[in-house]
């Protein structure tokens, strides 16, 4: 498990994202297309969240690349989570796909969209940067 932030100037954290080794949703794998060795080592993205004031700026795309970098330097593999429908183009642009039904959790539209990341692709990041 890794949790990055985005902190401002006067170090109140702007942005959040968290990933961590967890099985896809029932079929995603098999239906998806995706290859049995980015499908054996999974890893969620959870808890993306930008200040409401800030979005549009690229925090969210910062916390979202030390995500993936994280999950590159530990071995790559398929990388999936439940994306609110209004953040939809934000995860596409990121290179994900959608992948079954829209479903409501927590009152919020949602929908499962999942990406692979090669095995040592950093994006140009260090650990700790984001």
Known sequence: TAIFGAIDA???LVGT???RREEPPEGLAETAGIAAEDAAHPWRLRGMATREDLRSQGIGRQVLDACVA????????LL???????????????????WGEEF???????????????AGD?????????
């Open 10 to 12: 006067s170090g109140e």
């Open 17 to 19: 994202g968290n990933v």
């Open 80 to 98: 999936w989570c439940n994306a609110r429908l209004v953040a939809r183009m934000f995860y596409v642009r990121a290179g994900f796909v959608e």
């Open 122 to 130: 950093h994006l140009g990041q260090e650990e700790g940067e984001s």
């Open 70 to 77: 994280h999950v590159a330097r530990h071995g790559g593999g």
């Open 104 to 118: 409501v959790s927590q009152s919020v539209a949602h929908v499962v969209m999942w990406r692979t990341v090669p």
